[in-house]
């Protein structure tokens, strides 16, 4: 049974600075660590800078389907943290108009030339479905 928004989920995950990313690496599964800009509201879609030239781009370059995970710590008071994973597929993405409405400062550490780095790629991650556990309730959106 769903019991939380979008909107509620979405000021939960903007406090989680990375997640999993998992794609299908030919018949295997392959995950990587992953920036989440919290400083965005997050409505369904996911967005990674990445350079073109990796392993997660060749894999959803052969098969769009992948799966996010994010966990927060626990809260004062003992309180468990939250768990969530994304099901959905992702779409690459090469316009830089694209790249500077979603750039941030902290990415500069990973994209010295900021949006105008060579080989860069935006990669929209659009959910299909979302499950959550925090301790106290769980539930799914099916978007």
Same mark, same amino acid.
């Given at each position: ?82 768990? %969530?994973? !994304?099901?959905?597929? /992702? +779409?690459? $993405? ?5 790249? &500077? ?19 860069? %790629?935006? !990669?929209?991650?659009? /959910? +299909?479905? $979302? ?5 106290? &309730? ?6």
């Amino acid at each position: 049974m769903t019991t939380m928004t979008l909107q509620e989920l979405s000021e939960k995950l903007r406090k989680i600075d990375f997640c999993m990313m998992t794609t299908y690496s030919g018949n295997v599964l392959s995950s990587r660590p992953m920036s989440n800009n919290g400083e965005v509201e997050y409505d369904g879609d996911s967005w990674f800078f990445s350079y073109e030239a990796t392993r997660k781009i060749y894999d959803l370059k052969s098969n769009p389907a992948l799966s996010l995970t994010f966990t927060a710590p626990p809260g004062l008071l003992g309180k468990p943290g939250i768990f %969530v994973s !994304v099901e959905g597929k /992702a +779409e690459l $993405i090469r316009v830089r108009q694209k790249f &500077e409405a979603r750039w941030t400062d902290g990415l500069n550490r990973w994209f010295p030339e900021k949006f105008n780095t060579p080989g860069m %790629v935006l !990669v929209k991650v659009h /959910a +299909e479905k $979302i499950q959550y556990w925090d301790g106290e &309730e769980n539930g799914s959106i099916s978007m």
